[in-house]
């Protein structure tokens, strides 16, 4: 949709939102932009991100909020594994919380996902509501096809139905489903065959805590009109929908993740475009860590240091107390890495068959140590689910049994990530369905971060 910038008003930081020219030349827009800005701007709320101002009537619209510094919680779970204990319970309850807030002016977010809410150093924050699907980002084409993210778009939303506040709570059973399990309970796959699941309801939530199940459970049901309210949630979860009691519960279970802090400096300010075609302006905190990976940090970002006064980004270390589950695993971290400059992805088709183990073939070989690169490998079997792992190079024979392969999953598809002396190795079952199936794959390659 545009342009972020990190700016400052009145010594703090604040993300401004600039709407590309087509955009501002659409009056049936900008009607419904100011309308949205109106109400942002009356959304309170302990757990939300909070716009400062905006001007909907200028040649170039635009929208300020307060930058709220820390990963996203789709960053955060990939790099360190689920949420559990009163960290879990914390984001459920303050994504709820933010909801209430939104609801509570008239607004629908209708684009809650893990990306679009940001673990800040004194809770969850829900950013990017209001505006995100004024455009053709959730339409329908004529030919049936969802343009967007189907995993994180309620049924309603796929059919071009009515979106209300039932929609919101569907996403956010979506979203602490993922932040329990580590996984969106859609699965991955081609946007139709996502979308097929949502609409059938085949959500996949084990794993989360008896004590989240039966309200995610409930909020992911494909009739709205039985789905629980924000402040249902809220209320079951704290005992009150006071923000008093939201703050109380942050400062006793919420577990500070790995933030960005951006200095004082007057003089520099870093404009990051963002998003594809349909997309919503990404959050201000994704900017600056986006902003930091070009100017030499990881794939996903690498975690700068708090501090006001801080004049460079530094390592910080995680709290013990948080999952450290990562992919890949130690030494080397994914977050050590960054996207190659020098190597193009590689993708094909391969046939995997059940008497043996199966590898991708020309996979790339690292010469020159096994911590110089990592590789992430995104596949989908295109016929039954088979079992995925990781096997080293440098000790695995050829008659490799099942037993020898690390990181094992069995799906339709998924992503696995591998170290410079790693490679992917498929499972294949002999079964009802055959003793063999295809497999498409795409690669790609990541450097050691200097």
């Known amino acids: 949709m545009g342009v972020v910038y990190l700016a400052e008003a009145d010594g703090a930081n604040v993300a401004v939102k600039v709407l590309r020219a087509e955009l501002a030349a659409d009056h049936g827009f900008r009607v419904r932009f100011r309308r949205e800005v109106e109400a942002c701007l009356r959304v309170g709320g302990v757990c939300c991100a909070h716009y400062i101002a905006a001007d909907a009537d ?6 300020a909020t307060k930058y709220v510094p820390g990963p996203t919680l789709a960053d955060h779970v990939a790099r360190r594994g689920p ?9 459920a309850a303050g994504v709820a919380e933010a909801l209430v807030a939104i609801h509570a002016v008239g607004l629908v977010h209708r684009d809650l996902k893990p990306a679009n809410v940001i673990l800040a150093t004194d809770g969850p924050r829900v950013i990017d509501f209001g505006i995100a699907h004024d455009t053709e980002a959730t339409s329908v084409t004529a030919t049936g096809t969802v343009v967007g993210s189907p995993g994180w778009m309620a ?3 796929l059919r071009g139905g009515v979106v209300g506040p039932p929609t919101d709570m569907w996403a956010w059973g979506a979203t602490v489903a993922y932040a329990a399990i580590g996984r969106a ?17 085949l959500a996949r939530v084990e794993g989360v805590p008896d004590s989240l199940a039966g309200h995610v459970r409930a909020a992911l049901a494909l009739d709205a009109a039985t789905r629980p309210l924000a402040t249902d949630v809220v209320t079951a979860m704290i005992g009150t929908a006071a923000p008093e009691a939201m703050i109380t519960l942050l400062a006793r279970t919420w577990e500070q993740p790995a933030v960005t802090t951006v200095g004082q400096n007057r003089r520099r300010r870093w404009p990051m475009a963002v998003g594809t075609l349909g997309a919503m302006v990404a959050a201000a905190a994704m900017v600056m860590i986006a902003v930091l990976t070009t100017r030499g940090g990881s794939p996903s970002g690498t975690a700068p240091q708090t501090g006001a006064t801080a004049a460079a980004p530094a390592a910080t270390t995680i709290p013990t107390t948080i999952p450290t589950t990562a992919t890949p695993v130690d030494p080397w971290l994914m977050l050590n890495f960054r996207a190659s400059t020098y190597e193009q992805p590689i993708s094909d088709t391969f046939r995997a068959f059940s008497d043996q183990p199966n590898y991708i073939p020309e996979f790339p070989i690292t010469m020159n140590g096994c911590d110089t690169r990592a590789m992430r490998t995104h ?5 039954k689910a088979i079992t995925v792992g990781k096997v080293y190079y440098s000790d695995t024979p050829e008659t490799v049994a099942q037993a020898d392969a690390t990181d094992l999953n069995t799906a339709l598809s998924g992503w696995i990530d591998t170290g410079g002396c790693e490679q992917p190795v498929f499972f294949v079952s002999d079964d009802a369905q055959g003793n063999l199936v295809d497999v498409a794959f795409e690669t790609r390659m990541y450097d050691a971060a200097p």
């Open 379 to 383: 596949w989908r079997s295109l016929g």
């Open 155 to 157: 049924p309603e939303q």
């Open 83 to 91: 949420l559990s204990g009163g960290m879990l319970t914390s984001l």
């Open 58 to 63: 200028g040649p170039r619209p635009w929208l």
């Open 185 to 201: 309970p859609f699965g991955t796959g081609s946007p139709a065959e996502v979308a097929q699941r949502v609409l059938a309801g």
